[in-house]
């Protein structure tokens, strides 16, 4: 079993920064690919970014490509998802999550544990 607790949402401006980040325990952390999923109100959840176990491989959805950043320590336990230029349209809750594997996830339904989430509202 493994556990997510996702931390550092708030409110900011358009065009500033932030930092979320999830912290896992449970299991060997080392072995998971992380994600971040965010869900806006009324809309489905979608994909942000995925890293694999070894940050050998990342991918970025393209609507946030260029803004955001994500990255992992496994020596902390910890993902980060970093989001530059933050726009109105970027508010949303923003989930963590894993699962056991070696590939990259970039769907929902690949991932097995998930965090509580974390709202993000970027303000106009």
């Known amino acids: 079993q493994v556990q997510l607790v996702e931390s550092g949402g708030g409110l900011v401006q358009a065009g500033g920064s932030l930092r979320v980040s999830c912290a896992a325990s449970g299991r060997t952390f080392s072995n998971y690919v992380m994600g971040w999923f965010r869900q806006a109100p009324g809309k489905e959840r979608e994909f942000v970014a995925a890293?694999?176990?070894?940050?050998?491989?990342?991918y970025v959805a393209d609507s946030v490509k260029g803004r955001f950043t994500i990255s992992r320590d496994n020596v902390k336990d910890t993902v980060y998802l970093h989001m530059n230029s933050l726009k109105p349209e970027d508010t949303a809750v923003y989930y963590c999550?894993?699962?056991?594997?070696?590939?990259?996830?970039?769907?929902?339904?690949?991932?097995?544990?998930w965090g509580q989430g974390t709202q993000v509202t970027v303000s106009s």
């Open positions: 890293i694999s176990w070894s940050s050998r491989s990342t």
């Open positions: 999550a894993a699962d056991r594997s070696w590939s990259v996830f970039t769907t929902p339904s690949q991932y097995g544990y």
